[in-house]
């Protein structure tokens, strides 16, 4: 009885030892995504939450979106990720959980018969729950910061993710203004065409080619619209917009390319070190490791329960006692629950493995996908199309004497289309590989489709 008692006394005591953070564990995550990505991101786990989160996105969305403003948006205003943070809710219900003993079981037994009623009333302890709780509590734990670091990894892609989409939608939007430019000087030209062959001083084959370029025009805004408008959508989605917020700004164009390339120092050694996968899959092994020795600790034994036990009998004085019990797998001594421990871990130690390989491959893979567009964009802008104005240029001087016809500047100028829409593309190829190449030191593998 006494023994049975301090069981008692110590389930209470550890019972009371387990409890819930004041943060839900967020501060981590938080931390985590805010070094990653440069922005703050909240849980957002009361009304009063909310409404802070509502009263900063207002600010944000009075002003033109910028990169930086974009991602704290969707970090603040992304219902899926904020349905991803319960994850970390429950993670820690379970951790609590596991760190509790569980609840003494009551017996009650009466058995009647030839005027004699015997009645029995038990109350046993799980002692094997008991003496594993610390072993248990631990591998909670661990599993509690294995959704820390989830939450974070599901951060930081949404925070990539929103880079990507808005550098899309910007360009996008710009090609669509000079699209419209293209298509009206094409417009002008075609209607002149047409009043200069009426006249006998056009030929046919000459205003059936500028009607020709005038038609290719049109058509080429309309599909720069409907792909400004599936690339704003694409951001209002990530932003987690609606309604009124869809009036959102953007820039008017494209940040300029920086004046010199990002250099990374020991890059793959950086992405082993800091993704935010690498770490989880670290962790996810360990936490195998620490379940397969609670495993083994306890293949032995199912079940090891004890208590008091009260017997009365009619007639009879009070029997008083204890009772212990326990289930033995004598079938497989618990070499099946081994096997499949140890099975799991060799899972996890591999899946380490490759996780830490591919973003060994996707470091490598990003940043020359970077200096690519780098390069590329930076021709754009040197070359050609400081080569296209000089043309340009020269031939306003040539039909400024007239060497030239206006049919024949206007040709001149189609050509310039070719290198401005060009650049355009190039620049926003770039930054998306910037925000590609930054996720994949940091952050982890990128999202399919991420590099366009």
């Not at 062959?197 to 409907?226: C, P």
């Not at 893979?365 to 780098?374: D, F, H, I, L, Q």
């Not at 060009?422 to 994949?440: E, K, Q, V």
Request: charged share 20%.
């Amino acid at each position: 009885m006494i023994r049975l008692g301090a069981g008692a006394a110590a389930s209470l005591v550890l019972a009371g030892c387990a409890s819930f953070s004041p943060d839900g564990g967020f501060d981590h995550v938080a931390a985590l995504t805010r070094d990653r990505t440069g922005q703050p991101v909240v849980w957002q786990r009361s009304p009063a939450d909310a409404r802070a989160a509502q009263a900063r996105v207002v600010e944000l969305l009075a002003q033109p979106l910028s990169a930086d403003s974009a991602v704290e948006l969707a970090l603040l205003n992304n219902a899926g990720l904020q349905a991803r943070f319960a994850d970390l809710g429950i993670a820690e219900a379970d951790y609590v959980r596991a760190a509790r003993p569980s609840g003494p079981a009551i017996g009650l037994e009466r058995i009647a018969g030839g005027g004699v009623a015997e009645i029995t009333r038990s109350l046993t302890f799980n002692l094997l729950d008991l003496l594993t709780l610390p072993a248990a509590s631990q591998l909670g734990q661990q599993r509690f910061e294995q959704a820390q670091f989830r939450a974070a990894l599901d951060a930081v892609g949404v925070a990539a993710e929103a880079r990507r989409a808005f550098f899309g939608a910007v360009a996008a939007q710009d090609l669509v203004n000079y699209a419209v430019q293209v298509q009206q000087a094409a417009e002008g030209t075609a209607e002149l065409a047409r009043r200069m062959a009426a006249a006998g001083n056009f030929s046919a084959l000459a205003q059936m080619r500028e009607q020709a370029f005038y038609d290719d025009a049109t058509t080429q805004l309309a599909r720069a619209r409907l792909q400004a408008v599936a690339e704003r959508e694409r951001l209002a989605r990530v932003l987690g917009l609606w309604g009124a917020q869809l009036a959102f700004r953007l820039p008017e164009r494209l940040p300029d390319l920086p004046a010199q390339p990002l250099v990374p120092q020991d890059a793959e050694q950086t992405a082993v070190a800091q993704r935010l996968d690498v770490q989880l899959a670290r962790r996810e092994a360990l936490g195998t490791a620490k379940a397969l020795g609670l495993t083994q600790a306890t293949r032995y034994i199912d079940v090891l329960d004890a208590g008091y036990v009260d017997k009365r009998q009619t007639g009879n004085p009070a029997a008083r006692g204890g009772q212990v019990g326990l289930v033995l797998p004598l079938f497989d001594f618990g070499s099946a629950r081994v096997a499949r421990g140890r099975a799991e871990y060799l899972q996890a130690v591999q899946h380490t493995t490759e996780v830490a390989v591919n973003a060994r491959s996707q470091v490598r893979e990003s940043y020359a996908a970077y200096r690519t567009a780098y390069d590329l964009a930076r021709h754009y802008r040197d070359d050609v199309v400081p080569l296209r104005k000089r043309i340009a240029d020269e031939n306003q001087l040539r039909y400024n004497g007239m060497l030239i016809s206006v049919f024949e500047l206007l040709a001149d100028a189609r050509e310039q289309v070719a290198g401005v829409t060009g650049y355009i593309d190039a620049l926003r190829d770039f930054w998306i590989a910037d925000s590609n190449l930054r996720n994949a030191l940091t952050g982890g593998s990128p999202a399919p489709g991420a590099g366009r």
